[in-house]
């Protein structure tokens, strides 16, 4: 499905984990003979070492551990958890004037974290200068609890007051403001301080938790009103705003004090000084009083200031008291009582609606907000907060530095390597808000430039130690490439790199904190800055790369040793270039990555922008000829800049292509060479690989290394990729050898980190200690790793290979000789070879492009038609190869990754419900959206077109809001400020409205009236700054028609929005919604009458605000990652326990590193409440589903896809809790916002309405519920063909409906159509088939009665004796069941005998493990995705 939290991997494809196990080089390490020297995800130490080189990628271990750990693994991980949860004991605390209370608190927790929580309590949240005392000692706030003597269970804290400081004080007033705004929205909507919107409340009246006390089941039905309103039923037009955003009762605003704010008689002399006086604040009481307060060492008091004369005695009474709210409580009745009652409330609320989000979401509607006196926020607003930026003592923060050293933190065991993550983290999204801030300020012009001479666009900026540049083509550095345009495609480019060599996390070399923001129309670079480089000019500083696009170039032998540990991951070749004099250089990287030694010493890169290889399809090179397969599609095509490049995953994609058709190639020259020979081979490769390891994939060696010996074997991991999972040479005589062929070549994977495929040679990771390839875990990783197509897609697609399932010996006979071949080549010289065989592997390499010939190893050379970049005569044949696999990865991408995407919305394994999601299955799959026009053409196409109207359509709207984005963008830049809202809400009229808008030049507000008359054609500052009110609706259209031909090579057939509406199906309402994101403008929420040809939608009022777009890394959890994927695939093989425990501990750990809110915590929480469900704790799964809804709110924002999904989650596990009133009002809310956010006609609304109708069914509302089913109906045959299994059970669910209804004729007619389906598509003797005719048979029996009984009183008239009649309002039970169903999750029901075949499986399973050998077939096919498929889940089609 769409889901953003499988967002795990958003954009780089190793899941950007920041790798953290590498255990840097340590080659001493060969003898791992001690279990306990795993790794805490069940990897072995051998496998970090391999990884040593810091290429460590997620995807091994994913697909070591994700699979199902061998247990030894599994032991590990929990002890080294155990070491994290100490167990928690508790404290009393003491605080004056409230009763001791119990706090539970954990041992690693910081004497701080203590103080904060007592900031939060009801009761103590006043208090904020303070310490805690045990026996009279101060606790210092930065102890560890454990650190601290005397400290146990039962310990008296007492709270004690202390004296003031003024940074005490202001932070003091500061926590109290924010008291009082606790359930203010405002923060929300105007998207400050990492604020968000949640409504879930305002559906479940939160009582989710509490149901069972509430009512009794049987009462709730009478009270149900179920009728949805008009604009949620099936087939409305009505599209309403409003409804996006509920007015919460909540927050209509209880007002404790009228004024809060600081008084101007601040600061205090010098004689008050020395009386204590810290600060005055002046108040104004609900009541009306006006107030002057002295803020003083003591405490706060009355003093006798008034707004004019200054007198700080005190007054009398004084009303002395250490809080602000213990004083004022004393002074206004009013403040009191609603100070507590809005406490009570803060504190009902649930915690995810108010902890801050670790990136600032923005909303793209919101009602008009009062604004209100705020002394805190205009204190902000002007101080740019560097005084207490973090409470750090008078400084800024020096970003470079903390970003390099939280990476520099050690990442030896786990407890290391969560602080470590954590503080990445932190640091990360602190400066990414940083980051916005400045960015902002410098478009605002409130910042000054470090070049104020030059032109605007030319200036730069440092505010806050963060370096800012404009995405303009300043000095001409980008002429060749396409100027502007270039210039504002590389700061992504330079950001993908950057994410891409984070993830990689090499020790010694470092990249640039770099934060991307559009805004107001304009493209700022955020970087942290590298210690010393203002000081001396770049080219003094440039020690490696070249600083003009390659004319002169420079190399350095320490960037190469750092760069050559991430070339393999990143498939980046080492290559030669010459330089002006004609010298020839080595590098690692394009040309234009630059390296710089800081003062600080440390090793940096920067201009990341072409970390990876050209797309050819968008490059015309003069005299270079395309595959066919992108000539037939119209390639190359002239691009708007020359620094197009392949996405990572689409390297990854293609190189396990490559692998798949390498393994292909040698098998089929062995079954040639040796059809006789065959029992010979295997067991000579047996023999001959004394004690080299097992299994490595072909790709151990260094591209040089020709005569590797096993010693250099075991050498060369420290830089061997992490594409190969390679053993040690220990002993691999215990190891169950014919393994490694035969079990593990399950699938013949590719082995190379993007796809998990199930990498043959993980599986027989065997870590001699335990030598048991790792076999559980088979299959499993087929998508372990999020990102890409599970493999199988991958090829089965296009013109690909057709898809390997089952054993890919089955299909290719020989495959398992030449994996072992290949291997034995890796392992060792070779000698036991015969040559014959080692030519097979020489032309098999040849044949596939790798850059060696003993192995398969490809990598891609990114300087390869870079203009200006000249190549040594000697790599000739080189570059040759070079450029025929980029023409071959681009033919990759026509042929195989664009059908793949299609086929798999085809059979709905992709689901994308608007431009977000589309645009990320297209990221997933490699595909950049510059090919978008291509995607859609390709679906034009396809003879199936009619089950892919919805994909093409949220296609059409993307291209289209991408096209007004990119028009919008030059637009703004040509607008003065003060017009900003009167030209968004002109080019949205343009955009949307039928009126044929004419710009009204916004009345001047400062021109009075009377010299308005002679200015009415007024031109302010000489006609430019209003040429945005020339653009018309049919001018705006036409660029957009123009822009989608020359940038999407795609042909838009409209002349206004109407037209486009009607041709392609679209709703306004959704293209303003997309518009409104991508361009960072906030609309007021209102209904808007896009229809009117009288007067335009839009007004300038009803433009709230423009926000900034920001693109920035996404650290990752990578420990908590794999415990995630690990339970999940421990949840695939059905041992459902063992998984929730994992994924449990995945929830912790991921926990410990981003605090509570974040989209992968999403994904956890989630699963854990499918597993609590199937397992039947219906009440944990709505707690932990409750959880998930209310941070996919806050975190991706309350209408996006996700949280549609988890509304829909959530009324399945309300409705198990016999909440129904509840289920319906989230279904009904997850029905509006899918309305908004698609509309009516895509295949998710199938599911959503036939939970809506079997909710219906269940409560007796039969005439609403047929209208929801069937529209299901409808909406599954238009999707899914009218002969799929879906639509039988839809025909079901609504003969049931019909049933109850006691309209047996409709009731017969609806259950022969899914008869006749499940007849023909599983055969008469199939359960399902036998239910549907058991049905149709009660059914017949039903309504022969029914006509008896008519007859009988047609007959006899009223003194018939009447049979009873059978009319069953269904039960909630059987209702469950067909959620379930319709859910995909089916409860497998056991007879004792099959219980006890379990048993005794299990058991053997056990004693399987406990001996060592390896599990196998333990596995349950099927990928488990990140969605939620689960053991159990078997969708019903």
């Avoid at 993980?762 to 493999?791: H, K, M, R, Y």
């Avoid at 939620?1428 to 889940?1433: A, E, L, W, Y």
């Amino acid at each position: 499905m769409v889901s953003k939290t499988d967002d795990i991997p958003a954009s780089v494809p190793n899941c950007n984990v920041n790798t953290v196990d590498l255990v840097g080089e340590t080659p001493d390490r060969k003898e791992t003979t001690k279990a306990p020297h795993k790794d805490p995800c069940g990897h072995s130490v051998d496998t970090a070492v391999m990884n040593g080189g810091g290429t460590h990628n997620l995807s091994e271990e994913s697909k070591q551990d994700g699979a199902g750990d061998t247990d030894g693994g599994e032991d590990s991980n929990e002890q080294e958890v155990i070491v994290i949860q100490d167990t928690g004991f508790t404290v009393k605390i003491q605080a004056p004037g409230t009763e001791p209370f119990d706090l539970q608190v954990s041992p690693q927790e910081m004497v701080q974290e203590i103080h904060q929580v007592l900031m939060d309590r009801e009761d103590t949240c006043h208090r904020t200068c303070f310490s805690l005392q045990l026996d009279s000692n101060v606790l210092d706030n930065f102890a560890e609890l454990k650190s601290i003597e005397g400290l146990q269970e039962g310990s008296l804290l007492k709270v004690v007051e202390e004296p003031y400081t003024v940074r005490e004080a202001r932070i003091h007033v500061r926590h109290i403001r924010d008291l009082l705004k606790g359930l203010d929205p405002s923060d929300a909507y105007n998207g400050v301080d990492c604020n968000s919107l949640s409504f879930l409340s305002v559906f479940t009246d939160g009582d989710l938790g509490d149901s069972g006390k509430r009512k009794k089941k049987g009462s709730e039905l009478e009270q149900i009103d179920c009728t949805p309103p008009e604009h949620i039923l099936p087939g409305s037009k009505e599209r309403p705003l409003l409804p996006l955003q509920p007015q919460n009762k909540d927050w209509k605003p209880m007002q404790c004090l009228k004024v809060l704010t600081m008084s101007g008689w601040n600061p205090p002399p010098g004689n008050r000084k020395m009386h204590g006086d810290l600060m005055y604040l002046y108040m104004v009481t609900v009541e009306e009083r006006h107030i002057s307060i002295t803020a003083s060492t003591r405490g706060f008091y009355l003093n006798q200031s008034t707004t004019y004369t200054f007198n700080p005695k005190p007054a009398n009474p004084s009303f002395l008291s250490h809080s602000l709210v213990e004083l004022l409580s004393q002074i206004s009745p009013a403040f009191k009582k609603n100070f507590t009652a809005l406490q009570k409330k803060r504190v009902q609320r649930h915690p995810f609606e108010r902890i801050a989000t670790p990136f600032q979401v923005y909303s793209w509607t919101a009602p008009q907000v009062d604004h209100t006196m705020d002394c805190v926020r205009a204190e902000d607003a002007y101080t740019s907060r560097l005084g207490y930026e973090e409470h750090i003592p008078g400084q800024t923060r020096d970003w470079n530095e903390e970003l390099q050293t939280t990476r520099e933190l050690a990442r030896k065991n786990l407890p290391d390597r969560l602080l470590r993550e954590r503080a990445i983290f932190k640091v990360h999204s602190d400066f990414a808000a940083a980051a916005t801030r400045g960015s902002m300020a410098v478009i605002d012009g409130n910042v000054m430039a470090i070049n104020p001479g030059e032109e605007t666009r030319m200036q730069m900026f440092i505010w806050n130690n963060i370096f800012f540049s404009l995405g303009f083509d300043v000095r001409d550095h980008y002429r060749e490439l396409g100027g502007d345009a270039a210039a504002h495609a590389a700061p992504t480019n330079d950001l993908n790199g950057v994410r891409a060599y984070g993830a990689v996390d090499v020790e010694g070399l470092y990249t640039l904190g770099t934060v991307v923001v559009d805004y107001r129309g304009y493209r700022v670079t955020a970087q942290s800055i590298i210690p010393g480089i203002l000081e001396r000019e770049q080219e003094q500083s440039v020690i490696y790369g070249s600083i003009d696009f390659g004319k002169t170039v420079v190399s350095h032998g320490k960037y190469l040793e750092l760069l050559e540990k991430t070339s393999r991951p990143l498939k980046v070749q080492r290559h030669n270039v010459l330089n002006e004099k004609d010298e020839s250089m080595e590098l690692c990287s394009s040309v234009e990555c630059k390296g710089i030694i800081g003062n600080d010493g440390r090793h940096y890169i920067l201009d990341l922008l072409r970390t990876f290889p050209p797309d050819l399809n968008f490059l015309p090179v003069e005299g270079e000829e395309l595959s066919p397969e992108s000539v037939r599609q119209g390639f190359p095509r002239q691009h708007r800049h020359r620094l197009a490049c392949l996405r990572q995953e689409l390297i990854e994609a293609f190189v396990e292509h490559r692998y798949l058709l390498f393994m292909k190639m040698a098998a089929l020259q062995l079954m040639q060479q040796k059809a006789n020979k065959e029992s010979k081979l295997a067991t000579l490769t047996e023999n001959s690989i004394p004690g080299a390891a097992v299994p490595a994939l072909p790709s151990t060696e260094t591209p040089d290394a020709s005569a590797e010996s096993s010693e250099t074997s075991t050498e060369t991991l420290t830089d061997a990729n992490s594409d190969t999972v390679q053993t040690e040479t220990t002993s691999t005589t215990d190891a169950p050898q014919p393994a490694a062929t035969e079990a593990t070549t399950t699938e013949a994977a590719p082995k190379t980190e993007p796809m998990t495929e199930t990498d043959s040679s993980a599986t027989t990771t065997t870590n001699a200690s335990q030598a048991t390839p790792i076999e559980d875990n088979v299959v499993p990783t087929v998508t372990t790793n999020g990102p890409l197509v599970p493999f199988a897609t991958a090829i089965q697609n296009g013109e690909c290979e057709s898809p390997l399932e089952g054993k890919a010996e089955d299909i290719i006979p020989g495959l398992a000789q030449a994996k072992e071949l290949a291997e034995s080549l890796a392992a060792e010289d070779g000698s036991g070879i015969d040559p014959k065989s080692r030519e097979v592997v020489l032309n098999a390499c040849k044949a596939v492009g790798s850059i060696s010939n003993t192995s398969f190893d490809i990598r891609f050379n990114p300087d390869i038609f870079s203009p200006g970049v000249r190549f040594p005569e000697d790599s000739a044949d080189d570059i040759q190869k070079q450029k025929q696999l980029l023409k071959d990865a681009g033919a990759f991408m026509v042929s195989c990754q664009i059908p793949s995407l299609v086929k798999d919305c085809l059979d709905h394994s992709a689901l994308p419900m608007d431009g977000a999601t589309l645009t990320e299955a297209l990221h997933q799959r490699g595909i950049n959206v510059r090919y978008l026009g291509n995607v859609l053409a390709f679906v034009d196409q396809t003879p199936a077109k009619a089950q892919l109207e919805h994909f093409y359509r949220i296609g059409i709207s993307e291209l289209i809001t991408r096209c007004a984005k990119h028009i919008f963008k030059t637009y703004l830049q040509g607008v003065e400020l003060s017009a900003l809202s009167a030209a968004v809400s002109h080019f949205l009229n343009c955009f949307l409205s039928s009126f044929d808008a004419v710009a009204h030049l916004p009345a001047d507000e400062l021109v009075s009236r009377r010299k308005n008359r002679k200015r009415r054609n007024r031109v302010p500052g000489g006609g430019d700054n209003t040429a945005w009110a020339c653009l018309t609706p049919s001018e705006l259209w036409k660029n957009i028609v123009s822009e989608a031909q020359s940038y999407y090579h795609f042909t838009l057939h409209c002349e206004n929005a109407d037209q486009v509406v009607e041709k392609y199906g679209l709703q306004k309402i959704t293209l303003l919604r997309e518009i409104s994101i991508k361009a960072g403008i906030q609309i007021l929420i209102k209904e808007y009458n896009f229809d009117s040809r009288h007067k335009p939608a839009f007004t300038e009022e009803d433009i709230l605000n423009i926000f900034p777009v920001v693109k920035h890394v996404n650290p990752k959890a990578s420990d908590a990652f794999h415990f995630f994927q690990s339970g999940q695939a421990k949840v695939q093989q059905g041992y459902l326990k063992e998984g929730c425990e994992l994924i449990n501990e995945a929830l912790n750990l991921f926990n410990n590193v981003y605090g509570a809110m974040h989209v992968e915590i999403c994904a956890c929480l989630r699963l854990l409440a499918r597993l609590n469900y199937i397992m039947g704790d219906h009440h944990e799964a709505l707690s932990n589903q409750q959880k998930a809804v209310l941070m996919s709110e806050r975190v991706l924002g309350v209408e996006h896809p996700n949280t549609i999904q988890e509304y829909m989650h959530l009324a399945l596990y309300c409705f198990a809790n016999g909440q129904l009133s509840t289920a319906l009002k989230l279904l009904y809310r997850a029905r509006y916002l899918m309305l908004m956010v698609c509309g009516e006609d895509h295949p998710e609304m199938a599911l959503l309405d036939s939970n809506i109708g079997l909710v219906l069914h269940g409560v007796m509302e039969y005439d609403l519920s047929l209208r929801f089913l069937e529209n299901a109906l409808a909406i599954n045959s238009k999707y899914h063909g009218p002969r799929s299994l879906k639509v039988a059970l839809s025909h079901h669910l609504v003969a049931r409906v019909y049933e109850s209804k006691a309209e047996f004729r409709s009731a017969l007619q609806q259950e022969k159509e899914g008869y006749t389906i499940y007849k023909n598509q599983v055969g008469e003797a199939h359960e399902k088939t036998k239910e549907s005719s058991e049905y149709l048979k009660y059914l017949t029996q039903q309504a022969v009665a029914l006509q008896r009984t008519m007859n009988e009183i047609y007959k006899n008239g009223s003194n018939a004796s009447i049979m009873p009649l059978k009319f069953t309002a269904p039960s909630m039970a059987s209702v469950l069941e067909q959620l379930n169903i319709i859910n995909g999750i089916i409860f497998i029901p056991l007879s004792q005998k099959d219980l006890e075949n379990l048993k005794a499986e299990v058991q053997r399973r056990q004693q399987l493990q406990e001996s060592g050998k390896s599990v196998e077939d333990l596995t349950v096919d099927g990928p488990l995705e990140l969605e939620d498929k689960i053991p159990m889940d078997v969708n019903v089609d």
